[in-house]
Structures are given as structure tokens and as C-alpha cells.
């Protein structure tokens, strides 16, 4: 697998999060490129679904 390419699509994806783009329609995403089986780009969307879902875990453990 090529490394640079999953990393540019798990940028791509933390930038789209931060545009308002859901985890939900990230989800998608991901689906539709495992048909295509663009598996580069579904390691690297998987990879930031994953630190998004782990940050906001963190964030409500340090709050309670």
C-alpha cells in the first residue's frame, strides 16, 4: 500500500470534518471506494473516522 496516498485522503477527510462533512457521510464515502476497491483511500478515510470518534471519546472523559 502506498502511504502517501493514505495520508492524503486522511487529511482530505479530517479537512472535510472540519468543514461539517458527518461521520455518517464519511461512512459512505468509504463504502462507495471499497466497491471501486481504491483501498489507499479507505485505509486513510477509516483512519481519521477512527481519531475523530477517539477525540471525542477523550474529550468526554477528561470533562467528567
Not at 468509504?30 to 483501498?39: A, F, G, P, Q, T
Amino acid at each position: 500500500m502506498n502511504k502517501n496516498v493514505i495520508n492524503e485522503y486522511w487529511l482530505m477527510a479530517l479537512v472535510d470534518f472540519d468543514d461539517g462533512i458527518s461521520i455518517k457521510e464519511m461512512e459512505k464515502t468509504l463504502k462507495l471506494y471499497e466497491r471501486e476497491e481504491m483501498y489507499e483511500a479507505c485505509a486513510g478515510i477509516l483512519k481519521a473516522i477512527k481519531q475523530i470518534k477517539n477525540e471525542r471519546k477523550d474529550k468526554k472523559i477528561s470533562r467528567s
